[in-house]
Every structure is written in C-alpha cells, then in structure tokens.
C-alpha cells in the first residue's frame, strides 16, 4: 500500500515524458504528409544555411560587409517546412485550424476574401528574437502551411538593412 500512493503521484507524469511533442507548427503535418503524392513538399535543414557559409561563394553584387550581415540573420535558422496541396484543399485548411494549437503564438495579421480565401501569420518570438513564424493559407483551390523555425534576431536584420543601405 506504501507504494500505490507514490506511483500514483507520479502516473500523470510518465505519459508526458513518453510523449513527443511537436517542435513546431507544421511539425505534426509535414510527418502526415510528407510522402503523400497529393502534397508537394518543401525541407531545407539549417545546415544548408551553414554551408553556404563555409562554400566561399561569391557573391558579386553584395561586398564583404553585407555577406557577413546575411550569414548573421541566417546562421540560426534550423529549418524550413513547406506543405502545399491544390486538393482538396479547403478540407485540409478547417482540419489544419482545429488541429494546430494557434494558441501557442501571436497571429500577426489575418486576411480573408469575400470568395473565402484565407491567410494567417503566426510568430513565437521572445524580446527581438523569433523562434518561429508560421502561415497558413486556405482557398478552394490551394493549402498551404510554410514554417520557419530558429532564432532570427531582429536586431541582426536591421544590421543587414543598414549594411545594404551604406552601399
């Protein structure tokens, strides 16, 4: 009997350790549907964005100050996701709006047309870094979700700006 009590209390516990949460927004969905032939699907990892630091490319319109800005806004960046599909498409949008916890960002604008098309901005940021920022775009004939996730320093994109300005 000493030990119900104890395991008990910690029964709640042991199914939010097993688990997975999802990262992201589209995390959930890109899984789902990453093989499905009615998508087409867009991945690119953040290390691509490293690579191309590390590939010395040249770039001919940019000089040694703005391609040091650049790689700074991109150097965090850990991934980006892209879903789209032209199939049923308006389904997929209401099944997306119930299932994404939206309530776990700030919507930073929202759009919908008289003909019903609907655009939504999402961000989860902190100070001025943002972690995320999430769309989603439902019409009848096009679903989107695009993610992008990793830290953008705003205070980095403005440096960026400023470096393509003095040029």
Do not use: C
């Amino acid at each position: 009997m000493k030990f119900i009590l104890p395991l008990l209390f910690l029964l709640p516990f042991t199914s939010a350790f097993g688990q997975k949460l999802p990262q992201d927004a589209i995390s959930t969905y890109f899984s789902e549907y990453v093989d499905d032939p009615d998508f087409s699907v867009v991945y690119v990892s953040g290390k691509v964005f490293s690579l191309f630091k590390d590939a010395n490319l040249d770039f001919d319109d940019l000089d040694e100050e703005e391609v040091k800005a650049v790689f700074e806004v991109v150097k965090d960046i850990q991934g980006i996701r892209v879903l789209h599909t032209e199939r049923a498409a308006m389904a997929r949008w209401k099944e997306a709006k119930k299932r994404i916890p939206t309530d776990r960002y700030e919507l930073l604008f929202k759009v919908r047309t008289a003909d019903g098309d609907n655009v939504e901005a999402f961000i989860q940021d902190e100070e001025a870094v943002i972690s995320e920022l999430f769309l989603l775009i439902g019409a009848q004939d096009n679903f989107a979700m695009l993610s992008f996730v990793g830290a953008v320093d705003l205070t980095k994109l403005s440096d960026l700006q400023r470096a393509i300005e003095s040029n």
